[in-house]
């Protein structure tokens, strides 16, 4: 009976038609598929090829001299349900890509090569094959399975020092694959002038770690650990360099050279917070000692008191000029000033007598006590004799 999958993605009719004739026309021959001795479960490595080895062979055929036969031939990728990757029938192959019948057909071997392997490509592949005579009969019908593992080999490791390599101290040296299948395993060893293989408990070939005890300077060198499962192996290295580390005096001089440092940055900081204050402290001396100015109570529109504080004119030349004759009568008499009105009642002296020194007001009311105080200088008219000259 043929070998029925789930649902088909391609070539379902094809395979329908290899189903219905195995039932339909019955056959005294039978067709057995061999598969070689130790051959059903292979292995094959990440990115390389493999061949799944399968023939066929007709039990009960009476002359197989000069047999004329076509076989039908359907290799399937056995997941979760049935994927096709190859298909032949009358003379035409279909497949994808990278799987290819090994062998021309028609032939008995029924070989098929995959290319460019891939970790996905792990599991069982079924072959099924119907025969057909010349007259299109069937002959019979079989299928067979073989199992394929696809294997990783380990990914370029990454190796490191875990700890400070001194005189006396311990370490871990790690060594650590990413990717591998099956499960990678770890070696380390350490190259000349003192070449060493180490082994466990010192090793953990699980988990690629190596511990190092009481590091002494002859352990310094190039270490190499190797990473490695069935499908092939891969290398890292690293240089371990113990030191005897600082001497007392180096530890002494960087102790004190730290607490100088610290002395000074603390000078720095309250020196500045001193001289912080201190500008502080002097402006508010300025503030406090500052006088307000004074406004001078300049009366607005007088033509006594000149804008840079001195008395300017007490009488104007208008005022002291000598009147030549009576006015007329469609004239006006000027006001007299305010100079004027300090003098006396009496008339104007004739001409040829001495003209007195006028006596002074005070301009709006403001006593010389007070002009003095405000910064006004007296200014002194000069007075005319009888020939009308200035004294």
């Known amino acids: 009976m043929v070998f029925l999958p789930g649902p088909l993605v391609a070539n379902l009719s094809q395979f329908l038609i290899l189903w219905l ?36 062979t007709v039990r009960g055929e009476v002359d197989s001299a000069g047999r004329v036969e076509e076989p039908w031939v359907i290799w399937f990728f056995e997941e979760e349900k049935m994927n096709q990757v190859l298909a032949y029938s009358k003379g035409v192959v279909s497949s994808k890509p990278g799987a290819s019948l090994v062998y021309t057909m ?45 294997l990783v080999p380990p990914a370029p490791p990454s190796c490191r020092i875990l700890g400070v390599p001194l005189v006396g101290a311990n370490l871990t040296l790690s060594c650590q ?51 490695y499962n069935e499908a092939g192996s891969t290398k890292c290295n690293v240089t371990l360099e113990v030191s005897t580390g600082p001497g007392p005096a180096v530890i002494a001089g960087a102790v004190l050279g730290t607490l100088v440092g610290l002395g000074l940055l603390a000078g720095l900081i309250l020196l500045y917070q001193h001289w912080s204050k201190t500008l502080e402290e002097s402006a508010n001396d300025i503030k406090e000692d500052a006088i307000a100015p004074r406004t001078l109570p300049w009366p607005k529109g007088s033509d006594t008191v000149s804008k840079n504080g001195t008395l300017s004119s007490v009488t104007s030349a208008r005022a002291l000029r000598i009147p030549q004759g009576p006015p007329r009568p469609d004239t006006v008499t000027p006001t007299p000033s305010l100079s004027t009105q300090a003098l006396t009642s009496q008339t104007m002296p004739s001409i040829g007598e001495v003209y007195p020194q006028p006596v002074l007001a005070s301009p709006g009311g403001v006593s010389p006590s007070t002009l003095s105080r405000m910064g006004a200088v007296p200014v002194m008219m000069p007075s005319k004799n009888q020939a009308g000259s200035l004294v």
């Open 21 to 56: 004739s195995t039932l339909g026309f019955p056959s005294k021959a039978q067709v057995e598929l061999h598969v070689p001795r130790g051959l059903s479960k292979l292995q094959a490595v990440e990115g390389g090829e493999v061949i799944l080895p399968m023939w066929y």
């Open 177 to 227: 694959s990413s990717r591998s299948k099956p499960a990678v395993q770890y070696q380390w060893e350490k190259l000349s002038p003192n070449p060493q293989v180490f082994f466990a408990p010192a090793l953990d070939a699980i988990h690629g770690s190596l511990s190092l005890i009481d590091l002494s300077t002859s352990m310094s060198g190039v270490y190499i650990c190797k990473a």
């Open 106 to 150: 028609p032939s008995r071997n029924v070989s098929l090569q995959l290319k460019d392997l891939k970790e996905e490509d792990s599991g069982f592949y079924r072959c099924s094959v119907n025969v057909y005579d010349s007259q299109h009969k069937p002959k019979g019908h079989n299928s067979a399975s073989l199992e394929l593992n696809v």
